[in-house]
T-cell receptor, first 113, second 114 residues
Framework: GENVEQHPSTLSVQEGDSAVIKCTYS??????FPWYKQELGKGPQLIID?????GEKKDQRIAVTLNKTAKHFSLHITETQPEDSAVYFC????????????FGQGTRLTINP | GAVVSQHPSWVICKSGTSVKIECRSL??????MFWYRQFPKQSLMLMAT?????????EQGVEKDKFLINHASLTLSTLTVTSAHPEDSSFYIC??????????FGQGTRLTVV
C-alpha cells in the first residue's frame, strides 16, 4: 500500500522568510496530492492540491511542486506570517473519486515574529 | 469550498456510556464519508469508510462493534462510540466527498471519557 513520509516534523522560521515542507510517496499510481493546514483543536483545512499531470501549482503565497519521477512533492510558503503557524499535513491518493487519503506524519510550523 | 459540519465539537462522557458524533455535508451530497482518529501530536488515522446506504468498511484493527458507523443519507453520517472507556478519548474527525477527488473535513470532536 501507499506510504507517505513527511519532513521535517518541526520547522521554525522568521516572519517574512520562506518555509518548505517535503513529502515522498511510495505508490507510483498515486495521482492526487493535497496539503492540509490544521490549527489547534480544529479539523484539517485544504490549502492547495496538485494532480499528477501538473508539475507545479501556485496560489498567492503558497505553491506546491511535484516530481513524479522521484515521487516527491513539496509545499512552499513565501513571505510567512504569524497566522501561518499550524500543523501541515501532506497526503497522497490513487484513483478517481472517493478513494482513501494516506497522510504524512505532519509538520509543526512556527513563525517567529 | 464545501462545508462539512461536525457535532459536537467536544463531549465528556462517563466510562461505559455511548457517544454519538454527527457529520453533515451542508451544501453537497456526500456519497462517501471517512472517519479518522487523531492522537495528540500525531497524524490522522483512518478508521472507516462509509458509503451512503451501505455498510462501512473498517480499517484493520478497528473494532466495528465498538465504533458503529451509519450513513443513512447523502448528507449525514454518524459515529457511535459504544461502551466508551478512557482509552477511547481522542480527537475524531470526519471528511466527506461527493465523488470527486477533493475531500472536505469537519471541525473535529474531542471526546474525553472519564
Amino acid at each position: 500500500g501507499e506510504n507517505v513520509e513527511q519532513h521535517p516534523s518541526t520547522l521554525s522560521v522568521q516572519e517574512g522568510d520562506s518555509a518548505v515542507i517535503k513529502c515522498t510517496y511510495s505508490d507510483s499510481a498515486s495521482n492526487y496530492f493535497p496539503w492540509y493546514k490544521q490549527e489547534l483543536g480544529k479539523g484539517p483545512q485544504l490549502i492547495i492540491d496538485i494532480r499528477s499531470n501538473v508539475g507545479e501549482k501556485k496560489d498567492q503565497r503558497i505553491a506546491v511542486t511535484l516530481n513524479k519521477t522521484a515521487k516527491h512533492f513539496s509545499l512552499h510558503i513565501t513571505e510567512t506570517q504569524p497566522e501561518d503557524s499550524a500543523v501541515y499535513f501532506c497526503a497522497a491518493m490513487r484513483g478517481q473519486g472517493a478513494q482513501k487519503l494516506v497522510f504524512g506524519q505532519g509538520t509543526r510550523l512556527t513563525i517567529n515574529p | 469550498g464545501a462545508v462539512v459540519s461536525q457535532h459536537p465539537s467536544w463531549v465528556i462522557c462517563k466510562s461505559g456510556t455511548s457517544v454519538k458524533i454527527e457529520c453533515r455535508s451542508l451544501d453537497f451530497q456526500a456519497t462517501t464519508m471517512f472517519w479518522y482518529r487523531q492522537f495528540p501530536k500525531q497524524s490522522l488515522m483512518l478508521m472507516a469508510t462509509s458509503n451512503e446506504g451501505s455498510k462501512a468498511t473498517y480499517e484493520q484493527g478497528v473494532e466495528k462493534d465498538k465504533f458503529l458507523i451509519n450513513h443513512a443519507s447523502l448528507t449525514l453520517s454518524t459515529l457511535t462510540v459504544t461502551s466508551a472507556h478512557p482509552e477511547d478519548s481522542s480527537f475524531y474527525i470526519c471528511s466527506a466527498t461527493g465523488g470527486v477527488t477533493e475531500a472536505f473535513f469537519g471541525q473535529g470532536t474531542r471526546l474525553t471519557v472519564v
